[in-house]
């Protein structure tokens, strides 16, 4: 079955192109690509790994259906009501000032060093060398013997900096693609410091949303401009790649820090990227298509768990690490799921559905009104934040366990107040 669902996720992603969707990193699109990704991968290791059932084909591809069908209804509503033509002839120059742009160095310099210093209180080494700190802190977290904490500047500082990262990448693009023209060298090195954040943070998907920011805010702009749509895609295609090959580099690097001898590149993109689907096959198995949670919410809803502690409502806290599970001929371990098992386990089949249906719809009016709208900066990048759960769909379940929390709130208000305050713009006709 693992075989024949490779072979329907493809066609699949062939008709939603071509019939339905027409943009490479539309919503549907994305989440179709990233549940073929891991099927690929499952694929590749079914002498060690073996099959999936039927029933979970079924679920994967009922899943990504009505994501899908929720997209076209999506789309719907923002045609009918967006008739009107946008104003592609006159635009603004975006950019920060230089004097801010040292300013916003000097800030994200402070809360860099800042998170440095509490990695390598973690990591619990002498050396002042920031891969060794990074290496001994993922060790420890991995296997559980501590955790990283920031006080609540240090973490405010944090948000801050991804929101500036997002900025600074929207003014690259812009002046390069729209202005014609070379960005400021400086305008790169609060980007520099964001990775360098990224990198402190020990993990993985810090990387993969900045690519993916850096993909989407610029595919977005290239729309701005182009009318030719099928050329920016043809073009476009060969950034994604590019970007999947640097998370990819990025993604070993990472891993090899984690052990002595070098990793096996396959095995390690198999078991992160692949593992999911097997995983979500073993708990269908194993638990059915219905609700198996202890409390409504248990996997899914931990902002309302949260707020309800914090008002002393509840002591009931949401899962957020799920248990690992062998599966396979090989008894091979993992403990992501994809984002379907949280809501079948959660609300059952019906209740994923329904999920699934919705999130298709929200995210793909989104998409369609910031393409077709006039040029709004807070759109795109608002856009760009929220839509990060896209990438993890076939891995984990990001949007209720990380997109629906108070750092959204946080992110989005510091977004805003940077769009307001920071960002200048100067009249300029596009010729």
Known sequence: MIFALLFVLLIFLLIEYRLFFHYVLHPAIIVTGVFFLSTFFSAANYSSWGDISGTTFGVILVAILLFCIGCICGDTIVVKKNKKSCNYAKLSNFFIPKGITVMIIIFMAIITALDFNDVRSVSQVNSMGIVDAVMNARNLLYTGETSISHTFLIQQGLYISRMVAYVYIFIIYYQRIIMSIRPRIINYIPIVLYFIQAFLSTGRTEFMYIIYAWLLIGYLIKLRKNSGRRNVDIKYSGKILLALGIFLI??????????????????????????????????????????????????????????????????????????????????????????????????????????????????????????????????????????????????????????????????????AIICKFFIKRTKYNNP
């Open 250 to 415: 990025i993604f070993l690097l990472i891993a090899n820090m984690r052990k002595s001898d070098s990793v096996d590149m396959f095995s390690t993109l198999s078991i992160y990227i692949g593992s999911p689907i097997n995983a979500l096959d073993y708990y269908i198995t194993e638990n059915g298509l219905w609700s198996v949670s202890n409390f409504w919410g248990e996997e899914t809803q931990s902002l309302c768990y949260s707020i309800l502690k914090a008002l002393g409502l509840s002591d009931k806290t949401s899962v957020y690490v799920l248990p690992p599970v062998l599966f396979g001929p090989n008894s091979t371990m993992t403990n992501i799921y994809t984002s379907v098992r949280r809501y079948l386990h959660d609300f059952g089949i019906i209740g994923m559905g329904i999920i699934m249906l919705v999130l298709g719809c929200i995210y793909s009016k989104i998409f369609r009104i910031i393409k077709s709208s006039n040029f709004k900066i807070y759109g795109i990048l608002a856009y760009t934040f929220i839509s990060y759960p896209l990438i993890e769909f076939s891995i984990e379940e990001r949007f209720f366990s990380t997109l629906v929390t108070a750092r959204t709130v946080y992110c989005l208000f510091y977004l």
